[in-house]
């Protein structure tokens, strides 16, 4: 079935430094990848679509600047948390979609904690 | 606004018996419908879904209902398995917008031996 590999699992930051995060589609390609945001029992918050090829398309409150996002190749979507804070730590899961009746499959997500 | 809404955050249940988890939604033009597990620092794993041109989708142990005219979704498990456990999020997406999916605020589902 489809994976999407997310990378890394959990990473611990300082303030103000930048952090990257990967998902791939390994066994298919995506033109169309989502970034999720978790807080604790929270619900999965979307926070952008990862458009290959183009620029990412952003939800209402969520800082492009500050969350940048590339989709350069049809199975690799990046998430980079600039100048990150405190108040970024968070859950963060990303997904891609296979084909139309397979359904949304996740990465098994980034557990970000900026200290 | 919550466009999805799963009103029970937790949910206990007996080995065996059978789990009920309900789902609402506002937005009348979402047009497929999705069921998600997730276990704690995980991400989701894909359940069962239905298009909104039906109204009962069965896999095995789950079986999700959709009532368009209630705007009401529910997933059964039947029997409840102790491996069941986990936190449920129902979620609506609407085909052709973007692909964008609206996730619940999800239930704890406790299996009780």
């Known amino acids: 079935g489809a994976v999407v590999s997310q990378h890394p699992s959990w990473v611990i930051c300082k303030s103000g430094t930048s952090v990257k995060i990967e998902c791939r589609s390994l066994d298919f390609q995506a033109t169309t990848m989502f970034w999720y945001r978790q807080f604790p029992k929270q619900s999965l918050m979307l926070m952008a679509t990862s458009n290959e090829g183009s620029k990412a398309t952003y939800e209402q409150g969520v800082e492009k600047d500050k969350f940048l996002i590339n989709h350069a190749s049809l199975t690799l979507s990046t998430l980079t948390v600039t100048s990150a804070h405190p108040e970024d730590s968070s859950f963060y899961i990303c997904?891609?979609?296979?084909?139309?009746?397979?359904?949304?499959?996740f990465g098994s997500g980034t557990r970000l904690t900026v200290v | 606004d919550q466009q999805v809404k799963q009103n029970s955050p937790s949910l206990s249940v007996q080995e065996g018996r059978i789990s009920i988890l309900n789902c609402d939604y506002t937005?009348?033009?979402?047009?497929?419908f999705l069921w998600y597990k997730k276990y704690p620092a995980e991400g989701p794993t894909f359940l069962i879904s239905?298009?909104?041109?039906?109204d009962k989708n069965e896999d095995g142990r789950f079986t999700v209902f959709l009532n368009k005219s209630a705007k009401h979704l529910s997933l059964h498990i039947v029997p409840s398995q102790p491996g069941d456990s986990a936190v449920y999020f129902c979620?609506?997406?609407?085909?052709?917008?973007?692909?964008?999916?609206?996730f619940g605020k999800g239930t704890r589902l406790h299996i009780l031996p």
């Open positions: 979620a609506a997406s609407l085909l052709g917008a973007g692909d964008k999916i609206i």
């Open positions: 937005n009348s033009m979402f047009d497929y």
């Open positions: 239905i298009s909104s041109i039906k």
């Open positions: 997904s891609a979609r296979a084909t139309e009746n397979y359904g949304y499959t």
